[in-house]
């Protein structure tokens, strides 16, 4: 806790303490009741009863140093929202269109600027009593453009003398803690080191998700994922982020640091670290995942990982430190960052949800948002997953209330429950609902058994003795005594579920008696498949039960009302939204421009692409390399554009072999040509086609002998080229074509 305070401003000290014991009770008293549109608006309320006090009792309380720290800064007695009015107000709040609130609101606090007149009084006298060097320190002009740029009501200044409202401009800013003021409270116009936000992954796509912040000394990298391959990657296994930029820069690179622990944040970390050799910091249950995925690479005890925990704050490197802030999602210890950087301090939410009832663990740390929103936020980065989603993201609490009924409806029937392996929490509730109908628990799928092995060890899953069963001990068990828990929620080919679905499963025949419940909702681009598997499913008898019929399954990401809640607490000078397709950082752009984020300030970026800022701009500046990188076997890399083009061509219309047997003294044809096709046509149904392409083979090989063509390269150049042509006119098909030659 000692590494956290020092690294935040002294300014931020004293509110903060007030702040923890407002905000701490509410939540402690009513998290559970509100929605998150209802939060926003009541922490709005609570912080500008707060502040409004704070302008009338605390006057003189903080240290003229802090003031002096930050020029253009009013005096001692103003709360940092009135700082940054007064700074922006120098310009006539230019930079404020569109983020004031309305003049009916404002107008409450405006009427509470006679009883903090008297306050101003005293804190206008304050600064002649402090010592020399904090005189020195405040430029002699600085409350005069606020004085001059006074209105009375909240109007421009120009239309109201600067004599009428001089005095109360203090009380007045203290008082009305708007978006616009508090998010304008960086810029001063001091422009600082400059900070490069570098995505390699997780832009533009769903999946592979890799951030990388960088100055001028140092490089620290956030989340390091993997993706499913698409349709159009046939064979691959799996896609990862290209590492180019950081394997050029390895000697700069501090730390990587991970937000949670799903694929799709730590699925390329293996591959990361065979080429980098650097510290990894994550939550408990994350590094128990880190670490299986590592063995299973056989490098875990290469690799440096750092067990942290919500509310530490780690160095990275000389000019930047990571504080882990706690937040919700569908698998434990999720955090989001508080990244400190000579520019400014960004926070990057990760994954997150709003959830004031988990099913485990302690909800979002809304408190030490707001606290990070009034010590400055430079810039927040923030989940878009659900951006196109209204309304707030409900508890995970309701899938477990859904279980209840579904057991109920399924009392006398074998219960197959699919879902990620990953969700712990949706694990728990499955094997709470198991206890309470006295019925026992078998886990199928590879990643199933590990995540549900290490969340044992480690503490996060609490099944009682005598409830787990080992999958080859089903048949001791009747079909109403038993609930299994299996992989293949989104189809997945080489999946327990999907091999169930197609009878090849070595445990488990599906029948009329078994209720299978599908708790996930399909990634984008699994839809297809997750329908095919339910549809054999149905077709062997089974009862299927999925999201669109029950609620079996919530999100884990926040909904438009939970990003604009984080939007009010932090209350960030620009908006870059992260982690989705294009279509859904759009949509959390626009959430951003609805709390008030000039569209300047709200940057779209995308893979490789370099977002600089000073604390004063932030844009778009350059390009690194990047791109996706396919892993298929053991091979990484070795699969690309070429190797998928012919993978499509065989699986769209076979090969052709051409075998030519010629020879070794005049090259000339001894035996053959002999045809093999694969994935072409039927041969026995296709005679007539194969006897002509013997002909047609054998009168290339004729024209060659004739014309002295004796080099390997230009026969079998010739024989495709004929045969190709020959194929496409009859069949309207472009096979493989393959000449083979062998001498004798």
């Avoid at 569109?98 to 404002?106: F, H, I, T, V």
């Avoid at 009084?121 to 002009?141: D, I, L, R, S, Y």
């Avoid at 399954?553 to 294009?582: I, K, N």
Wanted: aromatic residues 4%; hydrophobic residues 35%; positive net charge.
């Amino acid at each position: 806790m000692t590494e956290k305070k020092n690294n935040v401003p002294a300014s931020a000290e004293a509110p903060r303490k007030k702040k923890d014991g407002v905000f701490g009770q509410y939540f402690r008293k009513s998290r559970s009741t509100k929605t998150a549109a209802e939060i926003a608006a009541e922490i709005e309320r609570v912080m500008r009863s707060e502040e409004a006090a704070a302008g009338t009792a605390s006057a003189g309380e903080r240290p003229v140093k802090s003031a002096a720290k930050k020029p253009g800064q009013p005096k001692a007695p103003q709360q940092k929202p009135a700082q940054a009015k007064a700074k922006n107000g120098q310009k006539g709040q230019g930079g404020q269109t569109g983020k004031s609130k309305p003049a009916e609101e404002q107008k409450p606090a405006a009427r509470k600027e006679q009883k903090a007149s008297s306050a101003k009084g005293k804190a206008e006298g304050k600064p002649k009593q402090q010592p020399k060097a904090a005189a020195k320190n405040e430029p002699k002009k600085q409350t005069q453009p606020a004085a001059q740029n006074k209105p009375a009501k909240s109007e421009p200044a120009k239309k109201q003398p600067a004599a009428k409202g001089g005095s109360k401009k203090p009380a007045a800013a203290a008082q009305q803690p708007n978006r616009g003021t508090r998010r304008g409270k960086k810029a001063d116009g001091t422009r600082r080191p400059p900070l490069r936000i570098i995505s390699l992954g997780g832009l533009g796509e769903i999946g592979k998700n890799l951030t990388v912040f960088e100055t001028e000394q140092d490089i620290l990298v956030v989340d390091c994922g993997s993706a499913f391959p698409d349709d159009d990657l046939p064979g691959v296994d799996l896609v990862i982020p290209d590492f180019t930029y950081l394997e050029k820069n390895a000697a700069k690179v501090r730390g990587i640091f991970i937000t949670h622990g799903h694929e799709d944040h730590i699925g390329s970390l293996p591959f990361l670290l065979k080429q980098i050799k650097a510290p990894v910091y994550a939550t408990a249950l994350t590094i128990g995942l880190i670490s299986g995925k590592l063995k299973e690479h056989g490098i875990l005890n290469q690799c440096k990982l750092n067990t942290v925990k919500p509310g530490d704050t780690i160095p990275a490197g000389t000019t930047m430190s990571v504080e882990f802030v706690r937040v919700n999602h569908s698998i434990p210890d999720a955090c989001a960052f508080a990244i400190r950087t000579p520019a400014g301090l960004i926070v990057h939410t990760g994954d997150f949800k709003v959830d004031f009832t988990p099913i485990s663990g302690e909800p979002i740390d809304l408190v030490r948002f707001g606290e990070l929103g009034s010590e400055g936020v430079l810039a927040l980065l923030s989940d878009s997953t659900n951006a196109e989603k209204p309304g707030s993201t409900p508890s995970e609490r309701i899938v477990g209330e859904s279980f209840e009924k579904l057991f109920e409806r399924a009392a006398n029937k074998r219960i197959i429950i699919a879902t990620f392996a990953s969700n712990v929490h949706r694990i728990q509730q499955v094997v709470d609902t198991a206890v309470r109908f006295g019925r026992k628990v078998a886990v199928f799928g590879r990643s199933m058994v590990n995540v549900v092995a290490i969340a044992q060890e480690l503490g996060y899953l609490t099944i009682p003795a005598g409830v787990l069963i080992d999958a080859d001990n089903l048949k001791d068990y009747t079909d109403e005594e038993i609930v299994l828990i299996t992989t293949g929620s989104q189809g997945e080919p080489m999946s327990a579920l999907t091999r169930m679905s197609i009878g090849s499963h070595r445990n488990i025949k599906i029948g009329p008696n078994d209720c299978i419940i599908i708790s996930a909702t399909p990634i984008p681009g699994n839809e297809k498949s997750v329908g095919k598997v339910v549809n054999e499913l149905m077709k062997l008898g089974a009862d299927v039960i999925y999201e669109r019929m029950y609620d079996v399954h919530v999100s884990g990401h926040a909904c438009q009302d939970e990003t604009r809640l984080l939007l009010s607490l932090t209350q960030p000078r620009f908006f870059m939204p992260m982690h989705g397709e294009y279509k859904h950082l759009m949509k959390n752009a626009g959430v951003g421009a609805s709390m008030g984020i000039p569209a300047e300030h709200i940057i779209i970026s995308d893979i490789g692409k370099v977002v600089e800022t000073d604390g004063v701009d932030m844009k778009i500046t350059g390009m690194v390399p990047s791109g996706r990188v396919l892993v298929d076997g053991l091979g990484v890399g070795d699969v690309g554009s070429v190797v998928l083009r012919d993978r499509k061509r065989l699986a769209e219309d076979g090969v052709i072999v051409v075998v030519l047997t010629l020879s070794s003294t005049d090259s000339s044809l001894v035996t053959g040509p002999d045809i093999v096709t694969r994935g072409f046509v039927y041969v026995k149904e296709s005679e007539e086609l194969m006897d002509a392409l013997k002909e047609l083979a054998t009168d290339v090989m004729n024209d060659c002998e004739a014309r002295h063509i004796t080099d390997w390269a230009a026969i079998k150049g010739a024989v495709k080229g004929e045969i190709s042509s020959f194929l496409y006119k009859k069949t309207k098909r472009s096979p493989m074509i393959l000449p083979v030659i062998m001498e004798v």
